[in-house]
């Protein structure tokens, strides 16, 4: 009998990081995080972390170890209702249903959008200018990404897209830890569901959009009907709130960074550096989970095959280790690297399409407004995956 | 260093386009290109950053 020496086990933290409290800022408990370990244990969670940058793209990156085919939800129900998404899949499987949203978000047909959006930021921004105070995310960051997303997918125009969206932001807390939220966000999940298997059709959806060419590849025997639905109801929760909160998060930094929104207006060319750094900051998708296939090692710690572990996007993007000065909001610094859009196989595949929404809308911003200000306290939402604003009061002149 | 885009693996998102805009640019098919294949001197370092910062590990450096 051998006496192989035990793997010492990952420092613990007891501490509920999903609490309403924690969730308004997560910050100074990530550091924590970071601090004990390049892999700490959520006692209350039973769950392993990695919230540092290099140990969470390198498990991003490295999907034969850190499996997303058990799901990447922190509850065993959105892992079984989420059996058919693209999130919940690995490669080989993963590849062909990805093809099919490579295919329809691909960079080169979505960039052919982007003279529209320009054209329907504008016209927004002038709006916003007569009035002068609005809220942030109700008149503004939730304006573009829902039409545009909601025509892309396919749905026709009209209450349902209301309904979707309500819904779209549940399906977070759908996703997090088991608890109050996420037992309260069942009936809503499954309304969602229920509506669009009745009501998202062929016949009812926008011609050439995203859920035809499912329907289609469906039809041609490629992935089940199904599939299908679940891939419009993965395009449309994961395309909505996430775009809508990036929007939200840059402008409150830029309305309470005046030198930084100050220097997007004489260079807006910055624009884009300015989006990845607001996402950078306040990642609208703050975790998900992988399932280790094989033991692995971090650090010291030794972490058993069949292990749920817990990574923090929104962690990693302010781990000190890899951006200096982490809590700076800095137009300049242009992280490319950020693990906001998720990372290899299971890269964002809107990411082109939010980018471009974002540059549209704070380009039209930065050539009409010379300031913008909070004009009031804003109110964060509390959710379990996503971070966001709720309501943001903003003045511009 | 010369630089190339796997075709087959780029998606197209641009990040190396972001990155190190002297060496990358978006194509009129709006994929990513490589506008200065043989890079020297100032430009290596963003480059490298383009190399490691690609979601789809597309860039080659030989």
């Known amino acids: ?397 | 260093m010369h630089v190339e885009i796997d075709h087959v693996l780029c998606v197209g998102y641009g990040v190396c386009v972001q990155s190190a805009p002297e060496v990358f640019a978006i194509n009129d098919d709006g994929e990513s290109a490589v506008t200065r294949p043989d890079v020297d001197g100032e430009l290596e370092s963003v480059t490298r950053l383009a190399e490691v910062s690609c979601p789809m590990q597309a860039v080659r450096i030989s």
């Open chain 1, 1 to 397: 009998m051998t006496t192989a020496k035990a793997s010492p086990a990952a420092p613990e933290a007891e501490f509920d990081l999903f609490s309403g409290e924690v969730l308004l800022d997560p910050f100074p408990y990530y550091r924590e995080l970071r601090d004990l370990g390049p892999v700490v244990y959520l006692t209350r969670y039973d769950l392993y972390g990695l919230f540092r940058y290099d140990q969470v793209r390198g498990a991003l990156s490295d999907w034969e170890t850190f499996s997303s085919a058990q799901g990447v939800a922190l509850n065993p129900i959105a892992n079984a209702a989420w059996q058919n998404s693209i999130l919940c899949m690995d490669p080989p499987k993963h590849r062909t249903i990805r093809k099919v949203f490579d295919d329809a978000l691909r960079p080169k047909y979505i960039r052919q959008v982007a003279g529209d959006l320009e054209q329907q930021a504008e016209a927004l921004v002038d709006e916003l200018m007569e009035r002068g105070e609005f809220d942030g995310v109700q008149d503004f960051a939730q304006r573009l990404p829902v039409n545009v997303v909601m025509d892309l997918v396919g749905f026709p125009r009209d209450e349902g897209r209301d309904k979707i969206l309500g819904w779209a932001i549940n399906s977070f807390n759908f996703g997090g830890p088991p608890g109050e939220r996420q037992t309260a966000s069942l009936p809503i999940a499954q309304a969602q569901l229920e509506y669009l298997l009745t009501n998202a059709r062929p016949e009812n959806l926008l011609p050439d959009s995203f859920g035809q060419i499912v329907y289609a590849a469906a039809d041609r025997g490629e992935i089940s009907s199904e599939e299908a639905v679940t891939m419009m109801l993965g395009y449309a929760n994961a395309g909505l709130d996430t775009t809508i909160n990036a929007v939200g998060s840059v402008l409150w930094l830029l309305a309470t960074n005046p030198d930084q929104w100050q220097a997007i207006c004489q260079d807006p060319k910055l624009i884009p550096s300015a989006f990845l750094e607001g996402i950078r900051m306040e990642s609208p998708a703050q975790f998900f989970s992988r399932v280790t296939t094989r033991d692995v090692e971090i650090g010291e710690t030794t972490i058993p095959a069949g292990s749920r572990v817990l990574h923090s996007y929104g962690s990693a993007n302010r781990d000190e280790r890899h951006y200096p000065e982490p809590d700076r909001f800095d137009v300049r610094r242009n992280p490319v690297d950020t693990v906001a859009f998720d990372w290899g196989v299971h890269t964002c595949p809107g990411r082109t399409l939010a980018s471009m929404e974002g540059h549209a809308l704070l380009g039209a911003l930065a050539r009409r407004a010379s300031t913008i200000q909070p004009a009031g306290e804003p109110t964060r939402i509390v959710n379990s995956i996503t971070r966001g604003w709720h309501t943001l009061p903003l003045r511009i002149s």
